[in-house]
């Protein structure tokens, strides 16, 4: 009895959990300011987790969260030198905030991988559909009020403060749906078709280059892990299929949404590699040069914020200069090794037919994506980054754990024991 009613106990702890986590992750689309629905929901999951448990601390989770604590702390130790030190003190903070939130996910994603990971997914495409509808809502003035709540400069945004972090949301659910797209069988892939139609044009009107190049990256990873690690014509010749399909439901999208003028307007201005505003000396690009001569006379940094305070009228765009910025010669070189580690174990992982590929291959490709994104915008604070993060970090975890040689003699032992009963 005693027993029973402990396991009972156990199942609703996981249950309280998985519902929390489920939640923030749903919310993740609505990051008007912060602190957002997310992150409140988010330190709920971080306190039931740690009260309940229910995780597994894994090396790539443990290795990541202490360089990412080194970091902050090098930004901590910084902060004095910028023009406001309250600002900075509380960028950091959300910062660790986020990195905790991740490491807790990625500690619960590892102790039960498969169904974790598709729960995460599935709650974020959830929210992604949800962000699209906001974006429709507002860009074609379908309700009262919604294209100023939901629109900035002519461009769709949903609940979020910018088009471009709007744009670059959706694409971790885009990449997801493809890859269900290719790998489920028959009539349950048709499933993924419609959705993928509907999330198409709202990240074309978010007008975001960088989303657009960040998209076609993550689907160019994609791609070639389904070529390189499938031996069957028929996954080839559906590859195939798929890839033409694509091509022509994005022309006829393209040609569909063309035919609105303040689409076609715009589109035409978005669709070069660079804008007026990102050159010459006050550019965005002559602000990234005059970003790098400081971290070049500044070894411990300039202190967070302080670039767009003291020496430019915005920030570097470039969250790999940033971090050298608010973290100095070696916060910065802390920040590459976390995201190269990160991309090649999750990329190992994701090259390897196992139960946890198919959420590797996701959020390795939408990683990718992101790193190539992160060369022109300031990426630190997304959400949906460090949703991305968590699940690489536990499923990588998860598989070197199923890899060891401990776990292989445990499930020998299981895998005997039940052969006995």
């Not at 023009?83 to 996910?105: R, W």
């Not at 919604?146 to 945004?157: C, E, I, M, S, V």
Request: with cysteine.
């Amino acid at each position: 009895m005693a027993s029973l009613a402990l396991q009972e106990l156990t199942v609703s702890r996981d249950k309280i959990v998985t519902a929390l986590l489920a939640l923030a992750v749903l919310s993740s689309s609505v990051v008007f300011s912060e602190p957002a629905p997310v992150d409140m929901l988010m330190a709920a999951f971080i306190a039931a987790f740690c009260v309940l448990g229910g995780g597994r601390l894994g090396p790539v989770t443990t290795a990541n969260f202490a360089i990412w604590t080194a970091l902050v702390a090098l930004a901590m130790a910084a902060a004095p030198l910028s023009p406001n030190l309250g600002k900075a003190i509380t960028h950091q903070a959300v910062t660790l905030f986020l990195v905790i939130g991740a490491v807790a996910t990625a500690a619960f994603v590892a102790r039960d991988p498969v169904p974790r990971a598709r729960l995460v997914l599935n709650c974020y495409l959830v929210a992604g559909i949800l962000a699209c509808i906001l974006g429709y809502l507002g860009y074609f003035k379908l309700l009262p009020g919604a294209y100023d709540l939901f629109t900035n400069y002519g461009r769709a945004r949903g609940a979020f403060k910018d088009p471009n972090v709007f744009g670059a949301a959706l694409c971790p659910a885009i990449i997801y749906l493809v890859w269900e797209l290719m790998r489920r069988p028959g009539r349950q892939a048709l499933v993924f078709g419609p959705l993928l139609v509907f999330m198409m044009p709202a990240l074309l009107i978010s007008f975001s280059r960088g989303a657009w190049i960040s998209l076609a990256v993550s689907l160019a990873v994609v791609g070639l892990i389904a070529l390189t690690r499938t031996r069957r014509r028929s996954d080839h010749a559906r590859l195939a299929i798929y890839s033409i399909a694509g091509v022509v439901v994005l022309a006829a999208t393209l040609t569909a949404v063309l035919q609105l003028p303040q689409v076609s307007e715009l589109l035409q201005q978005r669709a070069s590699l660079t804008q007026g505003y990102d050159e010459g000396p006050e550019g965005r690009f002559g602000g990234q040069q005059k970003a790098v001569r400081l971290i070049l006379e500044n070894p411990i940094g300039i202190g967070t914020h302080t670039f767009r305070t003291a020496h430019h009228h915005e920030e570097v765009h470039n969250v790999y200069l940033t971090m050298f910025h608010y973290a100095g010669w070696l916060g910065g070189l802390l920040f590459l090794a976390s995201v190269l580690m990160t991309f090649v174990v999750g990329l190992r992982g994701a090259l390897r037919i196992n139960a946890v590929q198919g959420g590797l291959v996701v959020a390795t490709a939408s990683f990718a994506g992101m790193l190539v994104e992160g060369l022109v915008i300031d990426s630190d604070h997304w959400r949906h980054l460090f949703i991305v993060l968590a699940l690489i970090w536990g499923l990588s975890d998860a598989r070197l754990s199923a890899l060891s040689p401990s776990h292989r003699r445990q499930r020998g032992r299981l895998t005997g024991a039940d052969a006995q009963r």
